[in-house]
């Protein structure tokens, strides 16, 4: 096993063996336990009581944190001409079609959102084989294909973050940044899981949350009781 760091063991020592925190609680306790050099992130792990093989119990959804990620997303907009201006004027960072599906059909993925129009997807499907494995693919389910194209923009600036559950039953999200109050974390949070709660499968049975935890880049995570969140 490695060793541990002196800032690992200080981080250890302030979570207590075997307690589950209240969500208020890890809030706080994430930044006490932080003590990275740059602006962590923090994560949420959630894994869930379904089996994500069977299609009626894929869990997949969007969350619109009432804080934003911390994170400056960059996003691509594939559209027509005459949305062009609608996009850019909603802060998109690239926008275009043709030139655009030529570069990425050349290797270039470098963006973390690409939102484009029911008219064009017949050009943008076949990006599939490439955008697909970088989670990048286009899809009306999130709201990534829409003639509201500057909508679409506004609120992925704003916030917005699609997730699924993996296929050992996690989901795996960002909840925003080490230097957000500890307020901001535990509503960001909490949005994340109650859409999560909305969402469980008819098909599920039994324990819906098995457990969840908060953790930042780099520090350990912190169990969190999953009674103490409300509405889930």
């Given amino acids: 096993m490695a060793r541990l760091t002196k800032n690992q063991k200080a981080a250890l020592s302030k979570i207590e063996a075997g307690k589950a925190y209240s969500l208020k609680e890890t809030a706080a306790l994430v930044k006490e336990i932080t003590n990275t050099k740059f602006d962590a992130s923090v994560d949420i792990d959630v894994r869930l009581g379904v089996d994500p093989r069977k299609a009626n119990q894929m869990v997949r959804g969007i969350a619109t944190l009432p804080h934003g990620t911390g994170k400056t997303v960059r996003v691509l907009v594939l559209c027509t001409p005459d949305k062009e201006e609608e996009a850019k004027a909603a802060g998109a960072d690239y926008v275009g079609l043709d030139d655009y599906i030529s570069k990425i ?71 925003g940044k080490v230097s957000f109050d500890a307020d901001k974390i535990y509503d960001n949070a ?17 324990t819906y949350f098995k457990s969840i935890h908060i953790s930042s880049t780099m520090s350990p995570s912190i169990h969190i009781e999953t009674k103490s969140v409300a509405g889930i």
């Fill in 190 to 206: 909490l949005e994340v899981l109650q859409t999560i709660s909305r969402l469980k499968p008819s098909a599920a049975k039994g």
């Fill in 105 to 175: 059909e050349g290797g270039w993925t470098d963006v973390d959102i690409i939102i484009t129009m029911p008219s064009v997807m017949a050009k943008v499907g076949k990006l599939g084989r490439i955008l697909g494995p970088r989670n990048l693919m286009p899809n009306p389910k999130t709201g990534t294909v829409t003639p509201e194209v500057g909508k679409a923009v506004t609120e992925v600036k704003a916030g917005k973050i699609d997730f699924k559950v993996d296929k050992t039953g996690i989901i795996h999200t960002s909840v």
